[in-house]
């Protein structure tokens, strides 16, 4: 049996590695505080809940979806007002996605030709560079540094590679480094797309998950925006949603146009009631968001401040509902010390390896446990003796 060489250059995803090594613990009998994926345990709001209830019990929603609701179109589009004083037409600058990996996954092949180049942040989300990988184009891997406070610097990019480039992954609040860019930098990068004619990706899908009293908006609040690009949210983290699958492409038209027409080719749309469940979601009681918050940063604090006292220094994160910190000097290689952390204390990260080459020397942990798993853990790294080298 003979595949496509398009497969030779995928392997098996880091997070199913990392279950599988999971399993392999806990089928020797031994605990697992799993702080690798970032699969939030923290609930939709009753409301939501409620409104998934009632659609699913209703026959004719069983029916295709084949696109979106008028009601989501018009909910996407006053969310993005009420929150981000960011005008949407809901008919042409929005299109939902089944979580933003679909459309992380699919955009390039709406974008960009064999050979063509696609930029992305390294570290970045490993769907940011496999979606170009899909699509035949070649990975351009802008690098983000702890001295730049993990910006992208544009003025390093070479003027050939950015001529040649079909479109741009940005992502603040960053997955995995947590940081957050300021007006200027959101500036700066329209100017740059504008000058090189290149199609910008923000993945915003961490904008409530800001600690410390900060805020962060959109980048298509920002002039000339959507002449270059279009944004990504999410409703997994902000509201629970992770399993239902929900998220939005928003912003210039002709790039929804076009992802819009390649979903119709690829899926049958959104399930309708879980369509409810967003509109429920995003137009109703948003208290649960703060509470959301709140709790990510109580755990960012007990995780933090509990590994920086036995030993680790890990600086509290910015944003996110992740911790990106740097493994024990100890150690040479961040596989290496992930396994060694978990056959030892059984708690399980990602290696920062997984992120790109810029990755190396970290690891980032998720705050996808309660408050006492954490404690656990790391009271388990410090009998564990590893951070002793």
């Known amino acids: 049996m003979k595949f496509s060489k398009r497969m030779d250059r995928f392997g098996t995803g880091i997070f199913s590695q990392l279950s599988q090594m999971r399993r392999e613990q806990e089928a020797a009998g031994r605990r697992v505080v799993d702080l690798s994926v970032g699969s939030p345990n923290i609930p939709p709001a009753p409301h939501v809940r409620q409104a998934l209830i009632d659609a699913a019990a209703v026959g004719e929603n069983y029916l295709y979806a084949l696109s979106d609701t008028r009601e989501l179109q018009q909910a996407a589009a006053q969310w993005y007002q009420r929150r981000y004083g960011v005008t949407i037409d809901p008919d042409h600058e929005v299109v939902s996605l089944l979580g933003s990996q679909d459309g992380l996954a699919h955009i390039s092949l709406c974008v960009a030709d064999e050979g063509d180049i696609v930029m992305m942040p390294d570290p970045c989300y490993p769907i940011f560079g496999d979606g170009p990988l899909i699509a035949g184009a070649k990975q351009y891997f802008m690098p983000m540094r702890k001295e730049k406070n993990f910006l992208i610097d544009f003025s390093e990019i070479p003027d050939d590679v950015a001529d040649r480039a079909k479109l741009m992954i940005v992502s603040y609040p960053n997955n995995p480094t947590t940081a957050l860019a300021p007006a200027s930098f959101y500036e700066e990068l329209i100017a740059f797309a504008k000058k090189h004619d290149i199609l910008v990706l923000h993945d915003n899908a961490y904008s409530e998950l800001v600690f410390d009293g900060a805020t962060c908006g959109s980048f298509l609040a920002y002039p000339g925006a959507k002449e270059v690009g279009v944004e990504f949210n999410s409703l997994s983290k902000t509201y629970g949603l992770a399993g239902a699958r929900i998220g939005f492409c928003l912003g210039n038209r002709e790039v929804v146009e076009k992802l819009s027409t390649l979903k119709s080719n690829m899926d049958y749309g959104m399930f309708l009631p879980v369509q409810k469940a967003a509109v429920a979601a ?108």
């Open 282 to 389: 995003i137009t109703g009681d948003q208290s649960s968001v703060a509470q959301t918050r709140q709790a990510y940063q109580d755990r960012r604090d007990a995780l933090c401040d509990g590994l920086t006292e036995i030993g680790w220094n890990v600086p509290r994160c910015k944003s996110t509902m992740f911790v990106w910190a740097e493994i024990p000097k100890s150690f040479s290689d961040s596989v290496t010390f992930t396994k060694a952390l978990l056959e030892k204390s059984g708690v399980l990260v990602t290696p920062g390896s997984a992120f790109g080459p810029s990755g190396e020397g970290h690891v980032r942990m998720a705050l996808v446990q309660d408050r006492e798993e954490i404690l656990w853990a790391i009271g388990s790294i410090k009998d564990s003796g590893i951070l002793r080298g």
